[in-house]
């Protein structure tokens, strides 16, 4: 039972992160990230660790996404790989999972053969991490806080329509907008 | 279940997000792979929390799902400010930081 859970989160979260790259239209992008985040909080499930998962999908797959969603409402998505790129990334990217199984499966892991400690019942669940974020790991804790209130503000800095003072509409371009792109030769 | 499988499934996520940021050149679907290695690198830390049976590696999760949150917000301000500027949304043509 647990290893066809396994194996059917597993496919679910490969065939999601697949579609991420290989989706032409951002917004299906957007969609097959959602499939993936949903396979991965059934994985962290298998892992008895229930307030990880509740977390996944509500922040990531509610919030984030809807985030993520909004934005790509008006984008446009570009796929033209410079030349050789389509065939020396997917090559690194070959080489990069080599390189990783190495490092797993090789002499340094080898405990890695068991199936984990015995875990008591409330493992994982929201009071367990509630109280290791608040005893042990406070300090982390209040400075992700303050991280995500800067994030916040860079971001509401950075999307404002509102430039030096002066309103700032996209119809009557200023001559200095475009200095940021350098065009290719 | 094997901690094995778990932390193979981990590598082979991470090796796609990398392999997405190689080769797709819009900022949106690079932001996306991101939280796709991310993630690979949730899995493998909350696998190993299962394994030792302690749960400092599920908040050390949580942590990095704040980071990733706050990479997102800052990412999307971005692209949301390129596109105002009605400027290419493409990484090869925005190579340099000129205001």
Request: proline share 4%; aromatic share 8%; charged share 15%.
């Amino acid at each position: 039972m647990e290893e066809v859970l396994f194996f059917l989160s597993a496919i679910g979260a490969l065939g999601g992160a697949f579609g991420v790259i290989a989706m032409r239209n951002p917004f299906y992008s957007v969609l097959a990230l959602i499939v993936h985040l949903f396979s991965l909080a059934a994985l962290f499930l298998l892992l008895t660790s229930a307030f990880v998962a509740a977390a996944q999908v509500v922040v990531y797959a509610g919030a984030v996404m809807v985030l993520y969603v909004f934005v790509v409402g008006g984008g446009e998505s570009a796929w033209e790989p410079i030349p050789g790129q389509r065939f020396l990334a997917p090559l690194l990217g070959i080489a990069l999972f080599v390189e990783l199984s190495v490092a797993v499966l090789s002499s340094s892991l080898l405990a890695l053969g068991e199936d984990g400690a015995d875990v008591k019942a409330g493992f994982g669940n929201p009071a367990a991490i509630g109280r290791l974020l608040l005893e042990k790991f406070l300090v982390p804790f209040e400075a992700s806080s303050i991280l995500l209130l800067l994030a916040a503000v860079g971001a509401i800095v950075l999307a404002s329509n509102r430039r030096h003072g002066e309103r700032d509409t996209p119809d009557e371009p200023s001559p200095n907008r475009k200095e940021g792109v350098s065009l290719s030769p | 279940m094997n901690t094995n499988w778990f932390v193979v499934l981990s590598a082979l996520l991470f090796s796609t997000g990398a392999l997405g940021i190689l080769l797709r050149r819009s900022p949106m679907v690079i932001l996306l792979c991101l939280e796709l290695m991310l993630n690979a690198g949730n899995l493998a830390l909350v696998a190993f929390s299962r394994m030792v049976g302690n749960g400092q590696g599920q908040v050390f999760a949580v942590i990095v799902m704040v980071i990733a949150a706050c990479e997102v917000v800052v990412g999307l301000g971005l692209i949301v400010a390129i596109f105002r500027r009605r400027l290419p949304l493409d990484v090869d043509d925005l190579r340099e930081l000129r205001g």
